[in-house]
């Protein structure tokens, strides 16, 4: 029995076009800064997020922590949002690697608003820790694929800076934002000191990442990538991949947007289901299932026995992501099967 994949947009496999791509790639050692094939890729990815320079990783996690590691000291403060990826899945990353604290902020569909930003900065007294950094995340990957307001972005782009305060943003999914919304990656980027991206999402890429800054940051975070054991040698193969992603994926990503609001539509006639059409917005699913008497690992268990494969955000919460292995007929398809489990 075929499986119908949507635990992550992270399962998609390069296909034969993105192969040929990836076996012609000029390649050279990346250390010594010789590889072409990622010297291009760095260079598209500055340009399109408006950045001086660019960072090729291995992982989105690497670049998010790069991000926090060359822009605080030991000691320091970092506000992200109280659901965000940083907090909750990056396995204590920021504690381990740059001995920072977080101080996560409930927000409203993964968004903090500049209101509730302000008050969480820590004031001069010499016991507090330095706040120097806020993280957010566009799209918000727990609250459901949420797009981040850009005039919210504006208001705490300005109210940080008053304060001597630099901006991350986690875009692991800005590709998203972007081809939802027709806002520019880089008209996103412009009010964060460092932003990340993600090739290996909806994208399709087998790998890879990108941390996009000025110069001067990225070059403090090449230095930390090689003690984070992230110095890659002949990596144009992988690069090539992602320009292929970059060139030919990004406009297809609201195929994926569709798909998930087609889902969304089948199953919230389920009972014991709850969607909020709010958090429709791009290519992932949030479905709250605190009304079953399953909790969600009995529920995907199940599920996945008759080939639908979803993951879990919580005990109460499943996950549905389109990607571009999955077509349209098949997310009818799994919304029949899911249909079909919940009416046993």
């Known amino acids: 029995m075929k499986k119908i ?53 291995p992982t989105g996690v690497m670049a998010n922590q790069l991000a926090l590691k060359s822009q605080t000291e030991p000691g320091n403060e970092v506000i992200v949002e109280e659901e965000s990826h940083i907090f909750n899945f990056e396995t204590g990353a920021p504690a381990i690697l740059s001995q920072v604290m977080l101080r996560p902020v409930k927000g409203e569909l993964g ?6 930003v302000v008050p969480a900065v820590r004031g001069p007294v010499y016991y507090n820790p330095v706040t120097t950094l806020l993280c957010l995340e566009n799209t918000h990957n727990k609250a459901g694929g949420t797009i981040y307001p850009l005039e919210e972005i504006r208001t705490l782009r300005s109210a940080m800076q008053e304060r001597n305060i630099r901006m991350h943003l986690d875009g692991a999914r800005l590709w998203n934002a972007s081809a939802e919304t027709g806002i520019s990656p880089k008209e996103y980027a412009q009010y964060f000191d460092t932003v990340s991206v993600c090739f290996s999402k909806g994208l399709g890429a087998p790998i890879g990442s990108m941390l996009a800054g000025t110069h001067q940051t990225i070059e403090r975070a090449r230095k930390f990538r090689k003690i984070f054991g992230g110095g890659m ?53 949030a479905i709250d299932i605190s009304g079953l008497k399953e909790n969600a690992s009995e529920l995907i268990g199940k599920l996945a026995k008759e080939g639908v494969l979803l993951s879990s955000m919580s005990e109460t919460t499943i996950r549905a992501v389109a990607h571009l292995d999955v077509n349209q007929d098949e997310i009818r398809q799994s919304a029949e099967i899911i249909h079909r489990v919940m009416e046993q």
């Open 5 to 57: 994949d949507l635990r992550s947009d992270t399962v998609t496999k390069p296909s034969m076009e993105m192969r040929a791509a990836m076996s012609a790639a000029e390649v050279g050692d990346d250390v010594y800064g010789e590889d072409p094939t990622v010297i291009l890729l760095q260079k598209k990815v500055a340009e399109l997020l408006g950045k001086e320079s660019a960072l090729f990783t």
């Open 111 to 116: 968004i903090l608003r500049t209101s509730q």
């Open 233 to 285: 040698r002949q990596v144009g193969i992988l690069a090539a991949a992602a320009i292929f992603a970059l060139e030919r994926n990004r406009e297809r990503l609201k195929e994926d947007h569709e798909k998930i609001r087609i889902l969304a539509k089948s199953l919230s006639s389920i009972r014991g289901f709850s969607i909020n059409p709010a958090a429709v917005q791009t290519n992932i699913l």
